[in-house]
């Protein structure tokens, strides 16, 4: 069955294509289960099943992964496989050492829908090929989010094996304890193109720091025995009991290895890290899939960071490290390489701290809290393939009560105006939990500048926590402006802002705000007002407005100004991080005018909660977390620029979610 295509390949094959080592793909931390299972068949379709561990249990993640047949060059196109009445496309493709080729991709938002509904239990989906024959069969493992398990890591390997020999290392977040029954570390492989008939045999050989668990895996009891529906893998109606025998090959069958296995027996007890190795002398089969299932503790697999301790609490006020260990695929400490923490959920969500990693591999970082709560921490960092690695969740418990912390925003930031003219000043004042406090005198200041000390009486904020003052100044230069608010004894003090004051005799043509930051995708709206010689604003003025450098350099166009403000405005979106410099150019009572140059920076994701560069569930969540929070303006969770967080908002970053599971 599987000689015949041996033979006629090695006739026509004279170079082998480059393959990859097997490497971690995604590993999830959590209370979770996994299930996976394979199915390999030379007719259209069969099923491939999940096993559902309790009711309260949801999808966390489904992926879908194949092989074509061995020896034959064969790759799957697009759509050659369909899964649950969906047609397939992988996203990740790596040749294998015997001439054929391995596929995964990410099909959670399909499963989802119909797993989390369905009872405890055995759920079936249907799997068809086309060219049936030319692939030898699929794997679906599927990660539960399931509250009765206990924590768990699973790290889920993909790739191809080197027939020559392939390891990679397991460091555990804290020591191996045997004596705890829920202590859990199984493995689980995926092989296409293994044949076990007797005297036909495919040998693979396992080792756990150098321990031989087998020398069988690689049958096709996921299949059947013949080429197109070679496949086995560990799973639904496996064993992690390890063979008895592990120096047998096929005497046994192809389900004496049924490719799950029990590596707690040779791991020490207290052991911190361990290595697997494999190697394939017969030089035939090919080994795409592992999955290193944990119990009881937490583990980084193959190169990766995770962060410890997993759970910590101080009171409120003090300081709480994470440290975060980065490692290569053999486990040797990496120095040098940034680390990024952040908060991604808690009384402190966003905030983020980036260490370097010492010589021990090791980048650590320091958290306080003025807030009572359980912050959930997350690490991240570049790994040598320029692929963002993500660690454990770690959570920081912060005792007591909060001390009341405020934020108070002056805007604008930046602007500008003729002497002469008037100019407003807000300030937002609002209190840790984001509630806008009323009643509160404020206070506004010139600090340098033209016309140095208080702008006039105090202000008290309104139910909106918003204080206003207008003022204006008759001469030019520029002022360093701050506000200052009393809550009982705290004097709180704003961020200081800029305004220059221009000298009129001349038309004027001036850019506000003169300096902003927006995420990207996000908006800026620029405005230009006009001014005769008089200082007076003049209406029905052409202005045009153009990007000088910047991401989005060209014309935005040309607008005229409007009564009664003698102002005109042009509204843009980025794609792209950069700054844009803006200038605009008008004809103000026959005299051709051109303003001060403005600039808009942009930063940062709309939607992008979580700072890590795409939109998924986990900003969506943090942004129904922050509901009727207000916020300064350009936060990312502000997806409809109002300065405030609502129920829109989410709908709109859910919209823009790229990722799979982001409709909640």
């Known amino acids: 069955m599987k000689r015949l295509p041996v033979i006629m390949m090695a006739l ?102 119909t797993l989390n509904a369905a009872a405890p239990g055995i759920t079936s989906f249907i799997i068809s090929e086309q060219n ?50 829920q202590t859990v570390l199984n493995m689980s492989l995926g092989i296409s193109y293994g044949f076990q008939p007797a005297g036909q045999y495919s040998i693979l050989e396992l080792g756990v720091n150098g321990t031989r668990i087998s020398s069988s895996a690689g049958g096709y009891d996921d299949g059947i025995p013949d080429n197109g529906a070679l496949i086995t893998v560990g799973g639904i109606d496996d064993t992690n009991a390890n063979p008895a025998n592990p120096f047998q090959t096929d005497s046994g069958g192809p389900r004496y290895d049924d490719e799950l296995y029990n590596l707690l027996p040779f791991v020490a007890n207290g052991a911190t890290s361990f ?188 139910v909106f926590g918003i204080a206003s003052r207008t003022y204006t100044s008759g001469n030019t230069g520029t002022q360093v402006i701050r506000a200052s608010a009393q809550i009982g004894v705290n004097n709180i003090l704003s961020n200081q802002v800029t305004k220059a004051w221009v000298g009129g005799g001349t038309p004027l043509l001036i850019l506000t705000p003169t300096s902003a930051t927006n995420p990207v995708k996000g908006q800026h709206v620029i405005t230009a007002t006009a001014y005769d010689v008089g200082g007076n604003v003049v209406a029905g003025v052409p202005v045009t407005f153009n990007i000088t450098s910047g991401p989005n350099t060209g014309s935005l166009g040309t607008v005229a100004t409007s009564a009664p403000s003698g102002s005109a405005n042009r509204t843009w979106t980025s794609n792209l991080a950069g700054t844009d410099t803006i200038q605009a150019t008008a004809t103000i009572n026959s005299i051709p005018v051109t303003s001060n140059i403005a600039s808009k920076t942009w930063a940062g994701l709309l939607c992008d909660a979580d700072n890590n560069g795409q939109i998924d569930n986990r900003d969506t969540i943090a942004v129904f977390a922050a509901r009727n929070t207000l916020v300064p303006l350009g936060d990312v969770r502000d997806a409809d620029f109002d300065g405030v967080i609502t129920a829109l908002d989410v709908r709109k970053c859910t919209l823009v979610c790229t990722k799979p599971g982001c409709a909640q």
């Open 12 to 113: 026509a094959v004279t170079t082998a294509p480059v393959w990859g080592s097997l490497t971690p793909k995604v590993t999830h931390y959590g209370n979770i289960r996994l299930s996976i299972d394979g199915a390999g068949t030379n007719a259209f379709s069969r099923t491939i099943r999940v096993n559902k561990p309790s009711a309260g249990a949801t999808v966390r993640a489904a992926y879908l992964l194949a092989a074509s047949t061995g020896y034959t060059g064969a790759t799957i196109a697009n759509g050659q496989i369909t899964f649950a009445g969906f047609s397939i496309s992988f996203t990740d493709v790596v040749p294998s050492s015997i001439q054929s080729w391995n596929y995964w991709t990410d099909v959670t938002s399909i499963v989802r829908p």
């Open 132 to 181: 049936t024959s030319n692939i030898d069969g699929e794997i679906l493992a599927v990660v539960w989010d399931d509250p009765t398990a206990p924590p768990t890591t699973v790290a889920l390997m993909f790739g191809a094996q080197n027939i020559a020999g392939d390891s990679f290392t397991v460091t555990l977040a804290r020591p191996i304890d045997k004596t705890n029954p």
């Open 275 to 462: 290595t697997v190795t494999s190697r394939n002398p017969s030089n035939d089969d090919n080994i795409f899939f592992a999955a290193i299932v944990l119990g009881e503790n937490t583990a980084v697999v193959g190169e990766g960071i995770f962060a410890t301790p997993a759970n910590a609490s101080a009171n409120v006020g003090g300081t709480q490290t994470v440290s975060a260990l980065v490692q290569t695929s053999n486990g040797i400490p990496v120095a040098g390489r940034s680390v990024t923490c952040r908060v991604v959920s808690g009384p402190n969500l966003g905030t983020t701290k980036v260490a370097v990693t010492n010589g021990s591999g090791l980048a650590v970082t320091s958290f306080t809290s003025s807030l009572a709560g359980t912050d959930t921490i997350q690490c991240s960092m570049v790994n040598s393939n320029s692929t963002t690695q993500y660690s454990n969740l770690v959570t920081r418990t912060w005792l007591g009560s909060s001390q009341q912390t405020y934020s108070f925003v002056l805007t604008p930031t930046g602007d500008m105006n003729p002497v002469g003219t008037n100019h407003t000043l807000s300030a937002k004042l609002w209190n840790g939990a984001s509630a806008p406090i009323s009643g509160v005198p404020v206070q506004f200041e010139v600090v340098s500048g033209p016309n140095p000390g208080p702008i006039g009486a105090t202000v008290l904020t309104n």
